[in-house]
Protein backbone atom coordinates (compact mmCIF):
# COMPACT_ATOMS: atom_id res chain seq x y z
CA UNK A 1 0.00 0.00 0.00
CA UNK A 2 3.01 2.27 0.32
CA UNK A 3 2.64 3.22 -3.33
CA UNK A 4 -0.85 4.93 -2.54
CA UNK A 5 0.27 6.95 0.30
CA UNK A 6 0.32 10.79 -0.02
CA UNK A 7 3.76 12.00 -0.54
CA UNK A 8 2.77 14.32 1.99
CA UNK A 9 3.30 12.06 4.85
CA UNK A 10 7.08 11.09 3.98
CA UNK A 11 8.13 14.36 3.09
CA UNK A 12 6.92 15.85 6.45
CA UNK A 13 9.32 13.63 8.26
CA UNK A 14 12.44 15.88 7.38
CA UNK A 15 10.65 18.90 7.04
CA UNK A 16 12.52 21.73 7.94
CA UNK A 17 11.81 25.29 8.88
CA UNK A 18 13.81 26.97 5.76
CA UNK A 19 11.93 24.52 3.52
CA UNK A 20 8.68 25.88 4.76
CA UNK A 21 10.11 29.32 3.89
CA UNK A 22 10.01 28.54 0.75
CA UNK A 23 6.72 26.60 0.19
CA UNK A 24 5.22 29.77 1.68
CA UNK A 25 6.72 32.37 -0.95
CA UNK A 26 6.24 29.83 -3.66
CA UNK A 27 2.50 29.80 -2.34
CA UNK A 28 1.88 33.20 -2.45
CA UNK A 29 3.55 33.43 -5.91
CA UNK A 30 1.06 30.61 -7.27
CA UNK A 31 -2.12 31.94 -5.61
CA UNK A 32 -0.91 35.27 -7.21
CA UNK A 33 -1.61 34.05 -10.71
CA UNK A 34 -4.30 31.10 -10.10
CA UNK A 35 -6.50 33.23 -8.00
CA UNK A 36 -7.34 35.81 -10.75
CA UNK A 37 -7.67 33.10 -13.39
CA UNK A 38 -10.19 30.93 -11.09
CA UNK A 39 -11.98 34.19 -11.08
CA UNK A 40 -12.11 34.68 -14.80
CA UNK A 41 -12.70 31.42 -15.36
CA UNK A 42 -15.40 30.70 -13.15
CA UNK A 43 -17.03 33.79 -14.54
CA UNK A 44 -16.67 32.52 -18.05
CA UNK A 45 -18.16 29.06 -17.00
CA UNK A 46 -21.07 31.19 -16.15
CA UNK A 47 -20.89 30.60 -12.03
CA UNK A 48 -20.14 33.53 -9.89
CA UNK A 49 -16.32 34.74 -9.01
CA UNK A 50 -16.66 33.01 -5.72
CA UNK A 51 -16.63 29.90 -6.88
CA UNK A 52 -13.43 30.29 -8.73
CA UNK A 53 -11.81 31.00 -5.62
CA UNK A 54 -13.55 28.10 -3.95
CA UNK A 55 -12.73 25.94 -6.21
CA UNK A 56 -8.74 26.79 -6.34
CA UNK A 57 -8.42 26.46 -2.82
CA UNK A 58 -10.52 23.39 -1.96
CA UNK A 59 -8.92 21.68 -4.96
CA UNK A 60 -5.65 22.82 -4.39
CA UNK A 61 -5.58 21.57 -0.51
CA UNK A 62 -6.74 18.24 -1.82
CA UNK A 63 -4.15 17.87 -4.25
CA UNK A 64 -1.16 18.48 -2.22
CA UNK A 65 -2.54 16.83 1.03
CA UNK A 66 -3.33 13.69 -0.82
CA UNK A 67 -0.92 14.10 -3.88
CA UNK A 68 1.77 11.09 -5.20
CA UNK A 69 4.87 13.43 -6.26
CA UNK A 70 6.22 16.90 -4.41
CA UNK A 71 5.98 18.54 -8.16
CA UNK A 72 2.54 17.76 -8.40
CA UNK A 73 0.98 20.51 -10.58
CA UNK A 74 -2.96 21.14 -10.25
CA UNK A 75 -4.29 25.33 -11.01
CA UNK A 76 -6.92 26.16 -13.33
CA UNK A 77 -7.33 25.79 -17.06
CA UNK A 78 -9.07 27.47 -20.10
CA UNK A 79 -9.96 24.63 -22.02
CA UNK A 80 -12.59 23.04 -19.84
CA UNK A 81 -14.31 27.17 -19.67
CA UNK A 82 -16.41 26.29 -22.91
CA UNK A 83 -17.59 22.26 -21.35
CA UNK A 84 -18.48 23.61 -18.37
CA UNK A 85 -20.12 26.48 -19.65
CA UNK A 86 -22.60 24.71 -21.55
CA UNK A 87 -23.42 22.15 -18.81
CA UNK A 88 -24.41 24.85 -16.46
CA UNK A 89 -26.51 27.02 -19.69
CA UNK A 90 -28.50 23.83 -19.94
CA UNK A 91 -28.15 21.75 -16.43
CA UNK A 92 -27.45 24.47 -14.16
CA UNK A 93 -24.76 24.26 -11.22
CA UNK A 94 -26.72 20.81 -9.80
CA UNK A 95 -25.74 19.63 -12.67
CA UNK A 96 -22.51 20.49 -13.19
CA UNK A 97 -21.96 19.21 -9.82
CA UNK A 98 -23.53 15.98 -11.29
CA UNK A 99 -21.41 15.72 -14.08
CA UNK A 100 -18.11 16.54 -11.70
CA UNK A 101 -18.88 13.53 -9.50
CA UNK A 102 -19.52 11.38 -12.39
CA UNK A 103 -16.25 12.61 -13.97
CA UNK A 104 -14.63 11.74 -10.56
CA UNK A 105 -15.47 7.97 -10.49
CA UNK A 106 -14.58 7.77 -14.30
CA UNK A 107 -18.16 6.25 -15.05
CA UNK A 108 -17.84 7.36 -18.89
CA UNK A 109 -15.02 4.67 -19.18
CA UNK A 110 -15.93 1.61 -20.78
CA UNK A 111 -15.18 -1.81 -18.32
CA UNK A 112 -12.38 -3.38 -19.71
CA UNK A 113 -14.33 -7.01 -19.76
CA UNK A 114 -17.56 -5.78 -21.75
CA UNK A 115 -14.99 -3.63 -24.14
CA UNK A 116 -13.58 -6.04 -26.36
CA UNK A 117 -17.10 -7.23 -26.97
CA UNK A 118 -18.64 -3.98 -27.98
CA UNK A 119 -15.61 -3.29 -30.14
CA UNK A 120 -15.28 -6.66 -31.94
CA UNK A 121 -19.21 -7.47 -32.05
CA UNK A 122 -21.48 -4.51 -31.59
CA UNK A 123 -22.56 -3.40 -35.58
CA UNK A 124 -23.88 -0.16 -34.58
CA UNK A 125 -25.13 2.16 -31.65
CA UNK A 126 -28.22 4.52 -31.10
CA UNK A 127 -27.74 7.78 -29.13
CA UNK A 128 -30.86 8.46 -27.79
CA UNK A 129 -32.70 11.65 -26.56
CA UNK A 130 -33.41 12.05 -22.88
CA UNK A 131 -37.60 11.72 -23.16
CA UNK A 132 -36.86 8.77 -24.51
CA UNK A 133 -34.87 7.90 -20.91
CA UNK A 134 -37.98 9.18 -18.75
CA UNK A 135 -40.43 7.25 -21.28
CA UNK A 136 -38.45 3.90 -20.53
CA UNK A 137 -38.52 4.66 -16.57
CA UNK A 138 -42.26 5.14 -16.79
CA UNK A 139 -42.68 2.24 -18.67
CA UNK A 140 -41.17 -0.52 -16.70
CA UNK A 141 -42.38 1.25 -13.43
CA UNK A 142 -45.99 0.61 -14.58
CA UNK A 143 -47.10 -2.78 -14.92
CA UNK A 144 -49.34 -3.74 -17.87
CA UNK A 145 -51.37 -7.03 -17.75
CA UNK A 146 -49.16 -9.69 -15.82
CA UNK A 147 -45.54 -7.58 -16.44
CA UNK A 148 -43.85 -7.21 -13.38
CA UNK A 149 -43.20 -3.95 -12.15
CA UNK A 150 -39.01 -2.44 -12.82
CA UNK A 151 -37.61 0.12 -11.31
CA UNK A 152 -35.05 1.53 -12.91
CA UNK A 153 -33.43 4.58 -12.87
CA UNK A 154 -31.74 6.89 -16.29
CA UNK A 155 -29.05 4.69 -17.17
CA UNK A 156 -31.00 1.46 -16.46
CA UNK A 157 -34.06 2.51 -18.57
CA UNK A 158 -32.40 4.13 -21.43
CA UNK A 159 -31.72 1.25 -23.74
CA UNK A 160 -35.76 -0.36 -23.21
CA UNK A 161 -37.06 3.66 -24.02
CA UNK A 162 -34.90 4.25 -26.80
CA UNK A 163 -36.81 0.59 -28.14
CA UNK A 164 -39.99 1.57 -27.20
CA UNK A 165 -40.02 5.23 -29.16
CA UNK A 166 -38.54 3.63 -32.19
CA UNK A 167 -41.47 1.24 -32.04
CA UNK A 168 -44.04 3.88 -31.60
CA UNK A 169 -43.19 6.58 -33.32
CA UNK A 170 -43.30 6.66 -37.69
CA UNK A 171 -40.67 9.23 -37.70
CA UNK A 172 -38.22 5.92 -37.03
CA UNK A 173 -39.09 3.87 -39.22
CA UNK A 174 -36.22 3.61 -41.06
CA UNK A 175 -34.40 2.69 -38.12
CA UNK A 176 -36.91 -0.29 -37.37
CA UNK A 177 -36.04 -1.03 -41.22
CA UNK A 178 -32.69 -0.91 -40.62
CA UNK A 179 -32.45 -3.53 -37.61
CA UNK A 180 -35.54 -5.89 -38.59
CA UNK A 181 -37.50 -4.72 -35.66
CA UNK A 182 -41.36 -5.81 -36.09
CA UNK A 183 -44.07 -7.21 -33.80
CA UNK A 184 -42.63 -10.71 -32.86
CA UNK A 185 -39.39 -9.21 -32.60
CA UNK A 186 -37.37 -10.55 -29.13
CA UNK A 187 -35.04 -8.04 -27.72
CA UNK A 188 -32.93 -8.69 -24.84
CA UNK A 189 -32.73 -5.57 -22.68
CA UNK A 190 -30.06 -4.96 -19.43
CA UNK A 191 -30.95 -2.53 -16.73
CA UNK A 192 -27.80 -1.75 -14.84
CA UNK A 193 -29.14 1.06 -12.28
CA UNK A 194 -32.42 0.96 -9.88
CA UNK A 195 -33.80 4.45 -8.43
CA UNK A 196 -30.15 5.36 -6.84
CA UNK A 197 -31.79 8.68 -6.29
CA UNK A 198 -35.08 8.52 -5.14
CA UNK A 199 -36.39 11.71 -5.01
CA UNK A 200 -35.84 12.36 -8.65
CA UNK A 201 -37.20 8.78 -9.90
CA UNK A 202 -40.50 9.62 -8.00
CA UNK A 203 -40.72 13.28 -9.72
CA UNK A 204 -39.89 11.32 -13.53
CA UNK A 205 -42.18 8.30 -12.41
CA UNK A 206 -44.91 10.09 -10.37
CA UNK A 207 -45.29 13.66 -10.92
CA UNK A 208 -43.90 13.40 -14.55
CA UNK A 209 -40.78 15.78 -15.04
CA UNK A 210 -39.77 16.02 -18.20
Known sequence: MNEFKPKLFSVMKNYSGSQLVKDIVA???VAIIALPLSIALAIASGVGPEAGIYTAIVAGFIVSFL????????GP????ATIVAGIV???????????????GLACGEPCEIGWDLFRNHATGFISGEDRMTLRGMRMLAGCFRDDPHITSGESGA????????????DCYSD?????GLGPDSTVLCFSTEG?????HYKQVVWEGLD
Open 158 to 169: ATFGALATIMME
Open 89 to 103: MKDGREGLMIATIMA
Open 27 to 29: GII
Open 195 to 199: DTDPV
Open 67 to 74: GGSRVQIA
Open 175 to 179: IRKEL
Open 77 to 80: TAAF
